[in-house]
């Protein structure tokens, strides 16, 4: 219809805004300082704009008629208020008789519904936000064609051009009905919506209450206690009910999740292939003396139960919120499923412990048959008590026994939770004892439920650290040199990481079977927006925590990006000398920097005014910290300049040695007699480095040869260029160049210069040495040592003479002085002629 309209007021118009067709455009609607001015169409705009108009207009009611499920929302809002009504009766009548099994139900089916019902509030809140953009455009529309309207009136204007404007606000406002319509009803479903929430949520708070009751005397003590009549028959009603509320609950899960079969039904065919594989890949492969590679092997040969036992256990994540019977049935599986497991793994030992496990989690599951039969009950829980201490007991004594076999840290926590345990066993038969029987129920459940979850999560843990470690073995995960470097201590980690993260879960299984789940988690966000006052300034706990957890996800975060830069990618790609490490420092720094705004941000600061802090501290850091920025500008320079890298050969003053890193403020050498010197970044672009390996590392070695007067220099020569030549590790290009010298004091002197790689040049040195000793010594060649001849030349008589008498003198004049300080040395004095025959035994 808006079609053949829009056709005929087009055709209508033509003619008349021919004559127009030279006036400029303009623009109708203006926004400006939020402010929308509405302008009326320019008459030669009107064909054009026509058209526009339409196909909004058929956007719009497009929109409107997808809404088509409104009745099904009418009738949700009328029959969900009845529904909670009777609801409401009804808990209020049986609230007192809810056992702890029947009060989880119950709770799960309520946040169910109240799941459903913000998941409707969403869809009708996106609706809502939908029509009212399309309600304002449809609104400027109207105002907008109406103001063209009235322009148009006011000039000499044909009767079917004004028709035609009148039929399209006529269209216009049909459809804005429409939608104010749409939309008070949507506003109607989203108060009504509300309404069902806020009920929703005072029935969970009632049925919160119900739990709290349980600490409080629902019976007599033990000793004033006594059976009623008829207490077989109210077992049969109780397992006749029982059985009624498990099949219906069963009936309610399969509709609720018929969706998700399809999801697990892939979850267990993808496991069941890729540990199919991870077994052929054993099979190819020799056995390893190593209690965890059999027990890694084990559960891959067994791929199909481990593989039935993932899928079992991934239920909780495909169905989140699950009826009790569903849970027990899942909890029972993988329990028989672990018995056979560990049987076959570990024998009679360890299997025991499980048999017994079994039977006690089948009497926790018969004990709901006997709820509220009186002292027949109590009785049934006292049994229960016993059993669950024994199986404890059991558990504990088995200790060294299991430490053999399962090496991770998961046991001591499990141990410290069994004494936590017998704790609870004792307070439940307490309760059992002196009328406190819901809380005595509760407290055993708690106890068989957490015991029976702790062996299964053990598994899982087992059987993840098993595909973990065959997976790192296998030639995919062999190509990443991260994995095939550290593969033992990669796996320590994760087994360890796996270790905490089934702590937590099992942890959080507790909380959920006493119930207290949502109490906790309560606590804890309190906890964290506790705060207190400093001066002006207020700190939460929350916030405190925040910042310690940015800075420690930073630096992980950090410390596995340089891993994977340097490790993985780097070498598998071809880049400029210099390059991959400044590609390193740069995204080490952007992280932290990221790092830094999350930590003010977690820290509660305004970063709108970081800006004047940052002004005020830029003065203080430009006197007090000059140094540190120097440095820290400095390492960006050799970021970029490049020039040195890690691994590089460098002499910096008196040090010599290899850059083993290039930090933000300083850099470290490594010298050869294995100190480490911290040198600061700006003394490295400030003063000069010696870089020995920056082109290249290659390094001329000098060997200096002397050899004796007579040789032939040019098979001195040729040896010695044999010698370097015939050397592996002496490069071909340049080639050894052996030179002469020239003529030493004693010897011919020759220099043989060779070229090697920098890290080997002493050894090689050293050996191209050897080489040319032997080879000269083969050769016949001395290499002689240094020599000086002594001459000594007559002296005349008279000279000689001369001399005698000085030294005669010289000695009479001591001898004197000798004599007047020892009186008998007079006695011994030499005599002239004595003296002078000593005198020619020194020349002699």
Known sequence: MYRIKNLLFIIAILFYAAGLAQEEPRETVIINNDTIVIKAIPLVEISQ??????????????????????????????????????????????????????????????????????????????????????????DLMLKQWKLTLTE??????????????????????????????????????????????????????????????????????????????????????????YLNESSKNLNSFFVDYANKTGLHLFVFIFLVVFLYLLKRFIENNEKKNDINQETARFFISNYFRTALIL????????????????????????????????????????????????????????LVLFNGIGLLARVFVYLEIFFTGYVLFHFINRRKHLDTHFSFKV????????????????????????????????????????????????????????????????????????????????????????????????????????????????????????????????????????????????????????????????PR?????????????????????FGIYFVLAAAGIDLSKFGMIAGALGVGIGFGLQNIVFNFIAGLVLAFERPFQVGDVIEVGKFMGTVTSIGVRSSNIKT???????????????NDVVNWTLSDRKKRREVPVSVAYGSDPREVLEILSKAAGDHVNVLESPAPWATFEGFGDSSLDFKIRFWVPFDIGVTVKSQVAMSIYDALEEAGINIPFPQQDIYIKAIEDSSLDISKQKRTSSKRKKLKTDDSKDPKASEETKKPDQIEHDDDKEKD
């Open 311 to 366: 899928t079992l256990a991934s239920s909780a994540w495909i169905y989140p919120i699950r009826p009790s019977i569903v849970n027990d049935i899942l909890l029972l599986s993988i329990l028989v499923l672990s018995l056979l497991m560990f049987y076959r793994l570990y024998g009679k030992k360890f299997t025991s412990f499980l048999v017994l496990l079994t039977i006690l989690a089948l009497l926790n599951e018969a």
């Open 672 to 686: 050869y007699d294995g100190s480490e010197i911290i040198v600061p970044n700006g003394d490295l672009i400030s």
């Open 411 to 570: 046991w001591n926590i499990l141990y410290f939770f069994s004494y936590i345990f017998a704790v609870f066993l004792f307070f439940s038969f307490l309760g059992n004892t002196f009328g406190y029987v819901s809380l005595s129920i509760l407290l055993v459940n708690s106890v068989v439920h957490a015991t029976i979850t702790a062996i299964i999560y053990t598994l899982l843990s087992m059987i993840f650290d098993s595909i973990v470690l065959i997976a790192f073995e296998t030639k995919f995960f062999q190509r990443s040199n991260i994995i095939r470097d550290n593969k033992n201590s990669l796996v320590k980690s994760i087994n360890t990481i796996t270790g905490i993260i089934i702590i937590g879960f099992w942890v959080r299984s507790i909380l959920v079977s006493l119930g207290f789940n949502d109490q906790f988690w309560a606590w804890l966000g309190g906890l964290m927006e506790s705060s207190w006052t400093v001066g002006t300034s207020t700190i939460s706990l929350g916030a405190i925590i925040g910042v310690i957890a940015v800075i420690v996800i930073t630096t992980v975060i950090v410390r596995i990006v340089s891993i994977l830069l340097n490790k993985e990618i780097f």
């Open 152 to 241: 148009a009136k006011k000039q000499d204007t044909p009767d079917k051009f004004i028709k035609g404007l009148t039929s399209t606000i006529k269209d216009i406002e049909k459809v804005d009905e429409k939608l104010s319509e749409k939309l008070n009803q949507l506003y109607l479903n989203q108060n009504n919506i509300t309404e069902f929430i806020l009920t929703v949520e005072e029935i969970l708070n009632e049925l919160e209450q119900v739990r709290l009751s349980y600490f409080e005397q629902d019976a007599p003590p033990i000793w004033k206690s006594y059976d009623t009549i008829g207490s077989y028959q109210l077992a049969k009603i109780q397992t006749r009910k």
């Open 49 to 138: 704009k026509t058209e526009d108009v339409y196909n909004e207009l058929k956007i719009i009611e497009e929109t409107i008629n997808s809404y088509d499920d409104q009745k099904s929302i009418d009738s949700l809002t009328t029959v969900g208020k009845e529904y909670i009504q009777v609801q409401i009766k009804r808990i209020e009548k049986t609230k007192n008789k809810f056992s702890n099994r029947e009060l989880q139900d119950e709770k799960r089916e309520w946040k169910k519904v109240r799941n459903n019902l913000e998941e409707w509030r969403k869809k009708i809140n996106t609706r809502t936000e939908t029509l009212k953009d399309l309600k304002m455009r449809s």
């Open 573 to 593: 790609i071809r880049l400029p000398r210099g390059v991959p490490g400044a590609i390193s420092m740069i995204t080490r720094y952007i992280i932290v920097a």
